[in-house]
C-alpha cells in the first residue's frame, strides 16, 4: 500500500470529463445520466483500500440523504492485481446492500481516472450542475478522518454538498484527499 495525496489537474469550474461506464448494477452509464442531479459527487474508489472502505459510510450517507445529489463511485484499479476490485466484487457489494451510490462504475481502461487526474482511493470530485454542464466546485477530501481508524470529527464534503445544494458558498477550504494510490495497469 502506497500512500499518496490527490493532486488532480481539474480545477474549480473545469468541466467533467465524460465518461460512459458499465455498473455493478449492469447498466452502462453516462455521465449524461446524472443530467437531473444539481450537483455530481465523483469518487475515485476501490474496494481492497483500508481508506476508501473507511468512507463508504459516510458515501452511502451523501447519497441517501440528498436527493438532489448523485454520488459515483468509479473504481479504476488493477482488478487482475488486486482481484477484490473486480466488477464481479463490486456487483456482489452493490447486491449485498454494502454500496448503495447512485452509481457504482468499474473503469477498466483506467482512461477516465486519467482524465480526471485521479490519483488514490478515495479522489472525491464534486461538481455542481451548471445548466447541463457539470463544472468542478470542489476537490476536496470527504472528511476530516485522515487515516482508516480515525474518527471523523467535521464532515467537509457533507458541508460543501449542503452549501452547493443551497447556492451558498462552500464554506470549507479544500484539502487533498489521501489514500492508496490508484493500482494502475502500467506500473
Not at 134 to 161: G, K, Q, W
Not at 167 to 173: K, L, N, Q, R, Y
Request: proline share 5%; hydrophobic share 35%.
Amino acid at each position: 500500500m502506497v500512500l499518496v495525496e490527490s493532486d488532480s489537474a481539474l480545477t474549480a469550474g473545469d468541466e467533467a470529463p465524460a465518461f460512459e461506464l458499465p455498473g455493478a448494477d449492469g447498466e452502462t452509464y453516462a455521465l449524461s445520466h446524472f443530467d437531473e442531479y444539481d450537483a455530481l459527487l465523483v469518487v475515485f474508489t476501490c474496494n481492497h483500500c483500508p481508506y476508501a472502505e473507511a468512507k463508504v459510510d459516510e458515501l452511502n450517507h451523501l447519497s441517501e440523504t440528498y436527493d438532489d445529489l448523485a454520488v459515483v463511485g468509479i473504481n479504476p484499479n488493477d482488478a487482475e492485481e488486486y482481484p477484490d476490485d473486480s466488477l464481479e466484487r463490486m456487483q456482489e457489494r452493490v447486491e449485498a446492500g454494502e454500496i448503495r451510490f447512485t452509481a457504482y462504475l468499474r473503469d477498466e481502461s483506467q482512461e477516465v481516472a486519467r482524465e480526471y487526474g485521479a490519483v488514490c482511493t478515495p479522489d472525491p470530485f464534486l461538481f455542481e450542475n451548471d445548466g447541463g454542464a457539470f463544472r468542478l466546485a470542489f476537490h476536496s477530501r470527504i472528511d476530516d478522518a485522515m487515516n482508516p481508524d480515525a474518527t471523523a470529527e467535521r464532515y467537509e464534503m457533507r458541508e460543501a454538498v449542503e452549501a452547493l445544494l443551497a447556492g451558498e458558498e462552500i464554506p470549507v477550504e479544500a484539502t487533498p484527499s489521501q489514500g492508496c494510490s490508484i493500482k494502475w495497469l502500467d506500473d
